[in-house]
């Protein structure tokens, strides 16, 4: 026996709970069928029909009176004996045979067992008849017999009573051949108590014609039928608890199906629906079917059973459209709505709640959910919901219990973030009583709620994750329902430095600003600069590659460590690099020039500690080659690199009016740049912040003005190069459909065409899944997924922020997913074309906590019992 909370789709773990099915017993003979009180009586009781299996946990029982059970002793599989108590009161005794545990018993037929005193009579009169009998024969009992005397026995000749009082019984004497035979008296026909008196058959012809004819007048049948006397039990009433229009696949107009009680013995009947007759079917105990040959009305009355007998009627509201259903319904204490989960809520208007009875506007989301909004006044308190359509169609009655509304407010200063190794406390105020099985959930992570050491407040320790990430952060005071805070915990990573521009400054006059390039640069909290580990001033966050920190003056001649760090958080740069600051006699000679490598065309940027004047004729050499320098600003100029092959390394210097001769900045190295795959090659319609990584080499000698091109005209917002071989193009968003090109522009005399593509799919529509319900505990929880635009390839599913584990596109419309189990709680199923952006549309699932029987009551019985789980 296994249970489901879903409809069949998951359930509990099987095997831990079996049912023994056994058919009727009957009971054939007891022997002896009566005794003497004051002393112990073993029946031997022959019966059939268990059909036990060997070894089997239930032995056979004797009831005695239906209140005393006897263990027999077990002789076959047709034979048991009991022992009946010589305490025993006298009278007639209820037998049968049971199996089974208390409260529910598989029962044989019932037989009589009849406990009688010794010497039970007294006298007779007469104790002679005429050998054509017709005598009256009045037996006179020693004491009252809480037992009924029905049949006498002359010899071998059995009589009925013909009058039976609490002190004597009679019997009209049969003819009979004998001169002198024994009497017997019976209580059920089958078994004889010798009464210790004998009847003799006078022979004097002188009073047999005065006994013919009194035999004549009062001579009664002798014969009888032997029978079984077994208990009668009335029939139970059929009782009808709900019914709704047949569904197989679809939904029929002209059946009903009906669920109920005790329809066992409507098998022969029939059903008639308003005044006309239907086809019955009979199903089970609890379930039958009426198949018209017409279509059914908006109301009408449907009757069972044949006239006169069994008859039940019910008033059977149909739906004239197609049938809706309700599933579940919760509160959402932050909006203060209802959410209703069913299926076929079709069309967006003329929905309403009826809430105790109050009707209320519903709010259509899709297919699958209705939201009405709640008064206050129902908080803490047991309501009953229906939903209805165009104010005449209703589902069924839903009963909700309103939680309390849980508020909470938190403490800790936002935004709410830390490193990836977790640790860090959330604190917060609750509004409510916060039980033992209260719990935080950051993203898919639950943590319990520990109480603060003030006792005033509460926290939740962060858990750890592996990679940076933003999750959602709810909590929960039952450990059940989980509330949005509509708050986001973001981890984040330690940030890393790859170089600074300029590297070399002069320590009296200086550029105002220092440029860090590196990677994971958050703008909350706040970055700052630090200087051989002194705070000079928060830094400008530029992008997640770049910040400027602004440079102390009278920085001291040397090397020093330049490193970012957040404002109060224990977050720094893992790495550092090191600015040198030169005495102002050899600023002239303090220049840099980067990159120091790349492709053709190349801007490279060249830049000194102290200022050019910009009207001056500077020039860059590339050996032979002269290229006019262009001024970003007094303190740098750019030259654009000319052709050469790749790997050729080339001089550069530069010359001007200013400077008394060239100075040597540094050399060019070319390079080829090659792309081998990018990934991802499928990209959601409208997605934001959309990360390609292209893979392949040359990536280190990429000038920082280079940008990656989607099409024509979607041009990357960052890009952030994370190795030689490793480069990652950021676009703001992606709205145009279709197979767009990626190419490289590294500047307009240079565009590498990537010779990839990216497929930009339309935005998923989810509008069902199937089942609503999920368990939790489960290796595998599998969804079937109805929507529109569905696309192969990158299709996933989301539940609780987490991928499906396995998609399955069947086509644009029906996809299946699998996740790897699911938490307790309310959670919603989003699906993306792209693997990574998360539909707009989204349906509410509900994942219980796996059920699990820990025992079955009872675990025997017929066909047709009723079987208590706990």
């Not at 079917?289 to 449907?302: I, K, P, Q």
């Not at 203060?336 to 003329?350: A, E, K, L, T, Y």
């Amino acid at each position: 026996v296994v249970i489901s909370k879903n409809g069949g789709h998951d359930f509990s773990q099987e095997g831990l709970n079996r049912f023994q099915y056994v058919s009727s017993p009957r009971i054939l003979s007891v022997t002896p069928s009566y005794g003497s009180i004051g002393t112990k009586t073993v029946l031997a009781i022959k019966w059939i029909g268990f059909q036990l299996n060997e070894p089997f946990p239930f032995l056979p029982h004797c009831l005695f009176n239906k209140t005393m059970s006897v263990i027999p002793s077990y002789v076959s599989r047709t034979e048991i004996r009991c022992e009946l108590s010589a305490t025993y009161r006298v009278g007639k005794i209820p037998l049968q045979v049971i199996l089974g545990e208390e409260g529910n018993f598989v029962t044989s037929n019932t037989m009589m067992f009849y406990l009688i005193k010794d010497n039970l009579i007294g006298s007779i009169d007469p104790d002679t008849s005429s050998p054509l009998g017709g005598t009256e024969v009045t037996l006179y009992l020693e004491k009252h017999v809480e037992v009924e005397i029905i049949s006498c026995k002359f010899g071998d000749v059995i009589v009925d009573t013909t009058h039976y009082d609490v002190d004597k019984v009679s019997c009209i004497s049969p003819p009979h051949s004998k001169n002198v035979v024994p009497l017997f008296i019976s209580f059920d026909r089958d078994n004889f108590y010798d009464t210790g008196f004998t009847i003799s058959y006078n022979r004097n012809r002188e009073q047999q014609s005065d006994k013919i004819d009194k035999m004549d007048k009062n001579s009664t049948s002798s014969e009888t039928d032997t029978h079984d006397i077994q208990k009668v039990t009335e029939k139970s009433v059929p009782v009808i608890r709900k019914m709704h229009r047949c569904y197989d696949g679809n939904t029929s107009a002209s059946c009903v199906s009906i669920y109920g009680e005790n329809f066992s013995h409507l098998k022969d009947h029939g059903c008639q629906i308003g005044a006309r007759y239907a086809t019955f079917k009979w199903i089970s105990n609890f379930h039958v079917e009426c198949h018209a040959d017409f279509n059914l009305s908006d109301s009408m009355t449907v009757t069972l059973g044949n006239e006169g007998q069994n008859v039940v009627m019910r008033d059977f509201q149909v739906q004239t459209e197609r049938d809706f259903y309700v599933h579940a319904v919760h509160f959402n204490a932050i909006s203060h709505i209802i959410m209703v989960i069913g299926q076929n809520f079709v069309g967006s208007s003329d929905w309403t709640c009826l809430i105790n009875d109050a009707r209320q506007d519903a709010k259509w989301l899709h297919q699958g959910e209705l939201n009405c909004k709640i008064d206050p006044s129902y908080w803490m308190k047991t309501i009953n919901v229906k939903v209805c359509k165009m104010n005449t169609i209703c589902s069924e009655r839903s009963i909700l219990k309103i939680l309390q509304q849980q508020q909470f407010s938190i403490l800790t200063k936002l935004p709410l973030q830390g490193d990836l190794k977790g640790g860090n406390h959330v604190h917060f105020d609750a509004m409510h009583t916060v039980g033992s099985s209260a719990k935080c959930r950051f993203g898919t992570e639950y943590v319990n709620i520990t109480k603060s050491a003030n006792a005033s407040s509460f926290y939740c320790v962060v858990p750890p994750v592996t990679k940076p990430q933003e999750v959602n952060f709810e909590l929960s005071l039952d450990g059940e329902i989980f509330i949005q805070t509509e708050m986001m915990y973001r981890y984040l990573s330690r940030p890393t430095i790859s170089k600074i521009h300029p590297s070399r400054i002069s320590s009296s006059r200086h550029p105002w600003a220092l440029r860090v390039y590196g990677d994971g640069f958050v703008n909350i909290p706040t970055p700052i600069c630090l200087f051989d580990g002194e705070f000079f001033g928060n830094a400008v966050w530029v992008s997640f590659s770049e910040v400027w920190c602004a440079i102390p003056k009278h920085l001291q001649p040397g090397k020093i460590d330049v490193s970012v760090a957040y404002e109060g958080s224990n977050l720094k740069t893992d790495s550092s690099v090191y600015l040198l600051v030169v005495n102002d006699d050899i600023t002239r000679q303090a220049f840099s020039m980067d990159p120091s490598c790349g492709p053709a065309g190349t801007k490279i940027d060249i830049c000194a500690s102290t200022s050019f004047e910009e009207n001056d004729k500077t020039v860059c050499h590339f050996g032979k080659d002269i290229e006019i320098a262009r001024f970003t600003n007094s303190f740098c100029m750019h030259c654009y690199a000319p052709p050469r092959k790749p790997g050729f390394l080339e001089l550069v210097r530069i010359s001007s009016s200013q400077l008394e001769t060239s100075l040597v900045i540094g050399q060019f190295k070319y390079t080829s740049i090659n792309i081998i795959s990018v990934t991802p090659t499928v990209v959601q319609l409208g997605r934001r912040n959309v990360d390609i990584e292209l893979e392949g080499n040359g990536f280190e000698c990429l000038p920082k003005n280079t940008v990656c091109r989607l099409g024509e005209n979607i041009i990357s917002q960052s890009m952030l190069q994370k190795s030689s071989t490793v480069l990652v193009c950021t676009f703001k968003d992606v709205n145009n459909l279709g197979i767009l090109t990626l190419t490289l522009d590294i500047s307009k005399l240079n565009v590498i065409q990537t010779g990839m593509q990216i497929n930009v799919v339309p935005d998923p529509i989810i509008l069902s899944v199937w089942p609503l319900w999920l368990i939790g505990g489960m290796t595998q929880n599998t969804l079937e997924i109805v929507g529109e635009q569905f696309k192969s390839g990158n299709f996933t599913c989301f539940m609780e922020g987490r991928p499906s584990k396995q998609s399955i596109v069947v086509n644009d419309s029906h996809a299946i997913c699998v996740f790897d189990g699911c938490s307790p709680g309310i959670h919603l199923v989003y699906v993306s074309n792209d693997g990574k952006q998360l539909s707009n549309s989204s349906i509410y699932v509900k994942c219980f906590r796996q059920p699990v029987i820990n025992e079955i009551r009872p675990r025997l019985g017929l066909p047709g019992t009723l079987i208590n789980m706990i």
